[in-house]
């Protein structure tokens, strides 16, 4: 990973403290930095992390933020996937932090905000970059993009992380559907899907703070795109089910959403420094698969 400028010792404040932001915040207080861990209930969290009990979604219930932050991180995610947990999650729960840390007289030098390839509503297995038009066809991408225009009027220098499917250790429904023998058919053409691991996305957040001025823009996305069906082919051997994968054991899933196939593209947030861990679904579900990812 590149290392960049790196803050010293640093104030960080991680707001929606899941999978994702635990696994950001051990590594940032492993490198001597001062991480508060927000969320509903936090007493799981690991003793390094600085518990702040509050719910993004209540206003009233960010009273006691820190005064003095020099980076913000959001990394709250949907308790469901339908339109209002989104709503309230990534739009009120957005502005209601960004008023909390007003009221407590915070002014951090930057916000990272994770959003979503949601945003995206290509289907033609076009490749897209930041520089690529917004157009959701769905609710999912109508919503991200508007909780990044709250980060972009913050008031405060914004960075947004366009993440991919989020997968590994606490993140293994596509492994479980192909264990259970839940495989696409194989369709007339391929239908593009992208994804990142959870260490890479933890990474790629740790090494952008350590930037002096990242852009205010990046696709966090591994390496190569790929086809469901390859994947879940792959998994299936990997798994060594019975059968040929595609063949026997394959089946149209019925109720599972299929985004739009769009090919993107993470050539910026390589270019500014970041070297993957797991570069392809490949090295990140052999992995997963072996305990070691």
Known sequence: MGVGHALSVAEILIAGCGALGTRLGV???ADGHRVYA??????????????????????DSL???????????????????????????????LRHLIEGLARAGAAPGRLFFTSSTAVYGQSDGSWV??????EPSGFRGRVMLEAE???????????????????GPDRTGLVDRV?????????????YTNRIHLDDAAGALRHLMGLAEPRDLFLGVDSEPA?????????AEALALDGAPGETRAAERTGVRRAGSKRCSNARLRASGYRFLYPSYREGYAGLLLGTG
Request: aromatic fraction near 6%; avoid cysteine.
């Open 27 to 29: 590594s940032l207080a």
């Open 38 to 59: 927000l969320r509903r209930n936090p007493e799981a969290l690991p003793p390094e992390l600085q518990p702040v009990a509050a719910d993004l979604a209540r206003l």
């Open 63 to 93: 009273d006691a933020l820190p005064s003095r932050l020099d980076r913000v991180f959001y990394t709250a995610a949907a308790d469901t996937g339908d339109e209002a947990s989104y709503r309230r999650t990534y739009v009120d729960g």
């Open 129 to 134: 970059d930041e520089d690529s038009p917004t």
């Open 149 to 167: 225009q709250i980060a972009a009027r913050a008031g405060i220098p914004a960075t947004v992380v366009r993440l991919g499917g989020l997968y």
């Open 179 to 191: 264990r259970a023998g839940h495989v696409a058919a194989a369709a007339n053409a391929p239908h």
């Open 227 to 235: 086809d469901a069906f390859e994947v879940e082919r792959w998994l």
